[in-house]
């Protein structure tokens, strides 16, 4: 089982796992921890992440981002028409109703649906994370903002079964900041005590959320959340924008808005600028060249202008703040800390702010950015049967309350009553009991629309079915059980009453109505597949092309530098003329062909380029041969004659097979001078006269022959007995060591060593299995 947990931010998305040393953010293929949330679809393959990121500008019409807040949300939903104007790719809808996005894709129009896109992406981040952890992935907890509804929720579920994870909570993104936070404090209060109550607040590109929460030791009870869905780092920006397309348009006549590629460099130079202005309070720079009609604009501001035209979001920032406050019906005084994270909380205005409100100085103990990663992997390790994590139980709130309405005989009319009110614990489960002749219906709504940011309060409809009278004809009794899963998502679920009528993805799915839903995801995972065979097709082919390529640069310069000796004058002149007319092919009818056509040219390349660099390499290495050669050679020549000496070592060698030594070593000495001779008259640009396998060869040929008889040992002489096992005792040294194990420094060091490496970020008690 894998132990991952996937930030889905609307701009970055962080992946952390678990392993045996305790939570560690992972980096893609980049080396970076950040992979930009971004899918952009070229006329043969798809990248996605950082790759996708790169295309924005080139790709504009094409390359989507920004769509998190599309999930469960129909086209004419408003937050989605409002978005529509100010993206740059197209959005359209399905024949659900549902969002799509509208891509041009392999050289055919495509409407693909927000999951698919999600999906794409948390293909790119499982992959990262099965880079990282060297195996496959599939069990995970995915983050989601703590003001999402139902819909929203259901539709991320979707997306990670589309990528064929495996979902084991939606957690709410504050709420897996606080576990970060909490699971590592080893003073929390007792439980019987008073608890430790934090404000955690994040700013992210898209949402403002603001929760409190109340720990103890071994716990965590979120008490409220709050929030602004539509304010972000991204609206910071939008300010800027709309600032300098005014500017540039009364000092270049310049109507920004009208060019997608120049409006998305803005956006690119204005967020740069924002993130600059955190830093600097003086005037900064915003240039842009060639932006539009091949003009470079130029503009620049200061923090304090700045935070001026940003009055207006600055005053959001409040509200939540104050609302929590209302809702936990805390005081200021009440607070231990107040904890901030995401990326936009970083400009100064915001942190003073919400540190202004709370009368303190604001915490920054967490990472402002892989937070909500690294709690959602210690949910996940806490979840897994693999990873023993200290005993922490974790509280969730209902953000909205939840009623259900229904038709009552009895009452004449509609009844209605409120299942799960607000801030209600979560996961939690109700019975109901309701006295029934016959079939019913219940109905499950948010009750506030007010503060939903989402247009539809419809939870959904569930029909409980198979109801009949007892038999005397009085009404039977009818137990239903309502419940907020560990998703946050809502469902209705009694023994084998009930049927769905509006299908959910609870955690208890009614089999006759999620059949359909279910075919429909296993033609979006089919699709998928494809996408992605279709991805590493044309990765191959561009690395086929570029080999020619890298081939074409790299033979150019070593015809004039390394291989220079090795080609003769007119097959260098030859090969130089074919690398030419490759690289200009590659920028002609070659820029865009298939696979094998590479291959093919690389291979044609390769039969002029193969044998210059094989006399180099031969050239390279004969000398290295020929010497070792002479050392076997010598070595032999010097046994031979200590023979002849007799040396008392080789007298016990056989005559006749040492004057086959001597000659053996006298032939080979003959071949060895003779190639060298032949080799000097050689040019190098020539086929050598003698090629390395070949005088390897006759050194192990030499190596056969003589050393069998040179090698061979004195007969034995019998040593007395008690003189052998003195001389044994020290050489063999086994026992020695033998009886070392139970030692008591052995023991020593291997107690130490364990509490060492336990220290550092190791997950509190956790142990693999
Ligand atoms: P969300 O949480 O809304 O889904 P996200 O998780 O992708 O979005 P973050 O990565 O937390 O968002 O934050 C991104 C935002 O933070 C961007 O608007 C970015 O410009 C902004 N940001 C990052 N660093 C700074 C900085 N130093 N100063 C100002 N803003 C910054
Ligand atoms: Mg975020």
Request: charge should be negative; aromatic fraction near 8%.
């Amino acid at each position: 089982m894998s132990v991952v947990g996937i930030d889905v931010g609307f701009q970055s998305c962080y992946v952390a796992v678990a392993r045996a040393g305790g939570i560690e953010t992972v980096a893609n293929e980049y080396s970076d921890r950040n992979t930009p949330a971004c899918v952009s679809f070229g006329p043969r393959n798809r990248s996605i992440g950082a790759a996708a990121k790169g295309q924005v500008v080139t790709n504009c019409k094409n390359t989507v981002q920004g769509f998190k807040r599309f999930h469960g949300r129909a086209f004419s939903d408003p937050y989605v028409q409002s978005a529509k104007s100010s993206l740059v790719y197209d959005l359209a809808q399905l024949p659900s109703g549902s969002t799509g996005i509208k891509v041009m894709y392999m050289e055919e129009e495509k409407v693909f649906s927000i999951e698919q896109v999600t999906a794409m992406l948390l293909t790119k981040l499982k992959e990262t994370a099965e880079t990282a952890m060297k195996k496959p992935v599939a069990d995970c907890v995915i983050s989601v903002p703590s003001f999402y509804t139902d819909a929203e929720r259901r539709s991320v579920i979707d997306a990670a079964q589309i990528a064929g994870l495996n979902c084991l909570r939606l957690m709410n993104e504050t709420t897996a900041v606080t576990l970060a936070y909490g699971i590592y404090k080893q003073d929390l209060p007792a439980p019987e005590e008073k608890p430790r109550n934090v404000v955690f607040v994040d700013l992210g590109h898209s949402g403002y959320q603001v929760s409190i929460c109340a720990f103890n030791k071994g716990k965590l009870k979120m008490l409220a959340s709050a929030s602004d869905a539509a304010l972000g780092g991204k609206d910071f920006d939008e300010v800027l924008v709309n600032h300098f397309c005014e500017e540039f348009g009364k000092k270049y006549k310049l109507d920004v808005k009208t060019k997608p590629r120049a409006l998305v460099r803005l956006y690119q130079e204005c967020e740069k600028l924002k993130k600059l202005m955190s830093a600097n309070s003086s005037d900064l720079p915003l240039n842009i060249e060639c932006f539009m009609n091949d003009i470079d604009v130029t503009g620049k501001l200061n923090r304090g202008h700045f935070e001026e035209m940003c009055a207006g979001l600055l005053a959001k920032v409040e509200a939540p703040l104050r609302s929590v406050m209302e809702q936990a019906k805390l005081k200021k005084e009440d607070l231990y800390a107040v904890e901030i994270v995401g990326g936009a909380s970083r400009i100064p205005a915001v942190k003073e702010r919400v540190s202004k409100f709370f009368g303190k100085e604001l915490s920054m103990t967490l990472n402002a950015d892989e937070a909500v990663a690294r709690g959602c992997a210690l949910q996940c390790a806490i979840l897994s049967p693999a990873f023993k994590v200290r005993e922490f139980s974790i509280t969730d709130v209902v953000p909205y309350p939840i009623s259900l309405k229904w038709n009552s005989a009895a009452e004449e009319g509609l009844s209605d009553c409120e299942v799960f009110p607000k801030n209600h614990a979560a996961p939690f489960s109700k019975v109901l009991t309701f006295y029934r002749r016959e079939p019913f219906s219940l109905e499950a709504y948010y009750n506030n629309p007010k503060e939903l940011p989402y247009p539809d309060p419809t939870i959904g409809q569930f029909m409980v079915q198979k109801v009949v009278p007892q038999a005397n004809g009085e009404s039977s009794k009818v137990k239903v059980k309502v419940r907020v899963n560990v998703h946050g998502v809502f469902s209705v679920s009694s023994a084998s009453l009930v049927e769905v009528l509006k299908p959910t993805e609870g955690e208890e799915p009614m089999e006759t109505d999620l059949a359909g839903k279910e075919d429909e995801v296993c033609v979006l995972c089919f699709g998928s597949g494809k996408m992605i065979m279709q991805d590493k097709l044309e990765k191959e082919r561009n690395d086929a092309k570029n080999n020619v390529e890298e081939y074409v640069y790299d033979m150019r310069d070593k015809l004039h530098g390394l291989l220079e000796k090795f080609v003769s004058e007119s097959d260098r002149d030859t090969f130089s003329l074919r690398l030419e007319d490759t690289e200009n092919w590659l920028y002609e009818d070659g820029e865009d062909q298939q696979k094998q056509v590479y291959i093919d040219k690389l291979a044609e390349l390769k039969k002029l380029g193969q044998p210059i660099q094989e006399r180099y390499n031969e050239a390279e290495e004969r000398p290295k041969a020929f010497d070792e050669l002479g050392k076997h050679i010598q070595q032999f020549m010097k046994i031979v004659e200590a023979y002849k000496t007799k040396e008392e070592q080789y007298e016990h060698l056989d005559e006749l097979e040492m004057l086959k030594v001597d000659k053996q070593v006298n032939d080979a000495m003959i071949w060895m001078n003779s190639k060298m001779n032949a080799q000097s008259k050689h040019n190098l640009n020539q086929e050598p006269a003698v090629k390395v396998r070949e005088i390897q060869a006759k050194t192990k040929e030499l190596d056969s022959a003589c050393n069998p008889i040179v090698s061979k040992s004195k007969p034995k002489v019998e040593v007395p007995k008690d003189e052998k096992a003195e001389q044994n005792g020290p050489v063999n040294g086994q026992e020695g060591t033998e009886a070392q194990p139970g030692s008591p420094e052995k023991g020593a060091a291997g107690g130490t060593a364990a509490p060492e490496s336990a220290e550092g970020n190791k997950l509190p008690e956790m142990d693999i299995d």
